[in-house]
């Protein structure tokens, strides 16, 4: 799976992405991420990409020239349109069942604004999705740009050693993750509870699915709306609150 992201700031993405679980999945030809500058693209000496917004106001714009040119350089050669995306606040929010999709995607480019935002006509022109991270503001794209970048290519097949990787984690399932514990078997007087010591699979998987429920009940009540429950599930829920 390709990236693409249109930045001001390429060394900021390419510092982050290049570590870890993305560095490998890089370094393994799982998946490729290329940061275009659209500073290259200026069309004056000064390389500026922002001016003044008509109509007054407060803060630069960034000018849709540049971005346009800088697009114009992936898609050059390509026989398809790559799903380019937005980062912006006023976007869809990012969840999981997002990255699930995206994930089927081949190409995606990123388009990270700064300053007070972008032309509108270069979003109307190149941009299939806005999305954003969540409401508040950041100073640019790039952070959320990453978080959906490493987001997504975890769940590209090959990066992770094994789907149960990710498909146990928090919000693949519409659950939060049960609590997960590893040596030593004590600590500060808490002990590891002793069905994980077992090595009863089935009562494993049992207690880690009520727990789920359990912590999703607790901390996020409002995922239990819209996740699929069987009877057994809204039965323990009910369990649970009758004894709070």
């Known amino acids: 799976m390709r990236f693409d992201c249109l930045t001001l700031f390429p060394e900021m993405i390419e510092n982050v992405l290049k570590l870890?679980?993305?560095g490998r999945a890089v370094k393994n030809n799982l998946i490729e991420i290329n940061c275009v500058n659209i500073r290259d693209f200026a069309l004056n000496k000064h390389n500026s990409v922002d001016d003044e917004p008509y109509g007054g106001g407060g803060g630069m714009i960034m000018q849709a020239e540049p971005i346009y040119r800088a697009y114009q350089s992936i898609k050059e050669g390509l026989t398809y349109?790559?799903?380019?995306?937005?980062?912006?606040?006023?976007?869809?929010?990012?969840?999981?069942?997002?990255?699930?999709?995206?994930?089927?995607?081949?190409?995606?480019?990123?388009?990270?604004?700064?300053?007070?935002?972008?032309?509108?006509?270069?979003?109307?022109?190149i941009v299939d999705m806005e999305l954003s991270i969540g409401d508040y503001v950041l100073t640019g794209g790039e952070i959320p740009a990453m978080a959906?970048?490493?987001?997504?290519?975890?769940?590209?097949?090959?990066?992770?050693?094994?789907?149960?990787?990710?498909?146990n984690e928090s919000h693949y399932s519409g659950l939060l993750e049960y609590p997960q514990y590893t040596r030593p078997l004590e600590f500060l007087g808490r002990k590891v509870p002793d069905v994980l010591l077992s090595g009863h699979h089935a009562n494993i998987d049992a207690?880690?699915?009520?727990?789920s429920l359990s912590r999703t009940l607790s901390k996020r009540p409002d995922m239990l709306d819209r996740t699929e429950l069987s009877e057994s599930d809204m039965k323990y829920i009910e369990e649970i609150k009758k004894n709070k």
């Open 20 to 22: 870890s679980i993305t």
């Open 81 to 125: 349109k790559p799903k380019v995306i937005y980062m912006s606040p006023q976007g869809k929010v990012f969840n999981q069942e997002l990255a699930k999709s995206l994930s089927e995607e081949k190409h995606l480019i990123f388009l990270c604004g700064h300053y007070e935002g972008v032309d509108e006509r270069i979003i109307e022109e």
């Open 148 to 167: 959906v970048i490493d987001s997504v290519s975890r769940l590209v097949p090959g990066v992770l050693s094994s789907e149960d990787s990710y498909k």
């Open 207 to 211: 207690w880690r699915h009520k727990m």
